[in-house]
């Protein structure tokens, strides 16, 4: 069956420096795969999205990774503020239908 | 843009009763909206697809009569909890799809 898992479950970083979160699959052939920020309490919040063709994906200081060969995923967080903690869900999608979910990565970052 | 609403935010019930949360896509059309749940410190469970104008297809282990949806229009579903019990007590999400998944801000049900 499909399995996406995201690299830990929480992860704690120091303001300024570079989040990165992991997100692995297996038994899936995503079309693309999606991150969402999703604060407590809320909807999650579309970030990026990158495409199976695609390698790289930039938005201000984010940046996403696909590599379909290993069946990874990196999302990182450049020059990380307290105001980035937050849960992060990856997402794998095929054409218009249903997402799967990530169980998603708690990151806190220290000031 | 791609703004999706949700209604009410949260609510309270007696056991028994039905319940039902709405959801609008506000500057879009979609065609296709997708409700979720999503209990404490785990991530988002599909539970239906919904197509404007057609039955929405559920997932395996979601119970249709229990959980009435409705696609009347391009920018509204609804979702009807029956008879809901404590054990229904979570976290419901909507999303629209419009080149993407927009979710809205999602509506908390306590069954007491």
């Known amino acids: 069956s499909q399995k996406i898992e995201q690299n830990s479950e929480a992860l704690n970083i120091q303001e300024g420096k570079t989040a990165t979160l992991t997100c692995n699959y297996t038994n899936y052939s995503p079309a693309y795969l999606q991150w969402y920020r999703q604060d407590p309490g809320r909807g999650p919040v579309f970030l990026l999205l990158?495409?199976?063709?695609?390698k790289e994906k930039r938005k201000e200081r984010l940046k996403v990774t696909f590599d379909t060969t290993l069946k990874q995923s990196l999302f990182h967080i450049t020059a990380s503020q307290p105001a980035d903690s937050a849960t992060y869900l990856c997402a794998l999608g095929q054409g218009a239908q249903k997402l799967v979910f990530g169980q998603g990565t708690r990151l806190t970052i220290n000031p | 843009g791609a703004v999706v609403s949700q209604h009410p935010s949260w609510v309270i019930c007696k056991s028994g009763t039905s319940v039902k949360i709405e959801c609008r896509s506000l500057d879009f059309q979609a065609t296709t909206m997708f409700w979720y749940r999503q209990f404490p410190k785990q991530s988002l469970m599909l539970m239906a697809t919904s197509n404007e104008g057609s039955k929405a297809t559920y997932e395996q282990g979601v119970e249709k009569d229990k959980f009435l949806i409705n696609h009347a229009s391009l920018t509204l579903s609804t979702l009807t909890v029956t008879s809901a019990h404590p054990e229904d007590s979570s976290f419901y999400i909507c999303?629209?799809?419009?080149?993407?998944?927009?979710f809205g801000p999602g509506t908390r049900l306590l069954v007491l």
């Open positions: 990158i495409r199976e063709n695609e």
């Open positions: 999303s629209a799809r419009w080149e993407t998944q927009y």
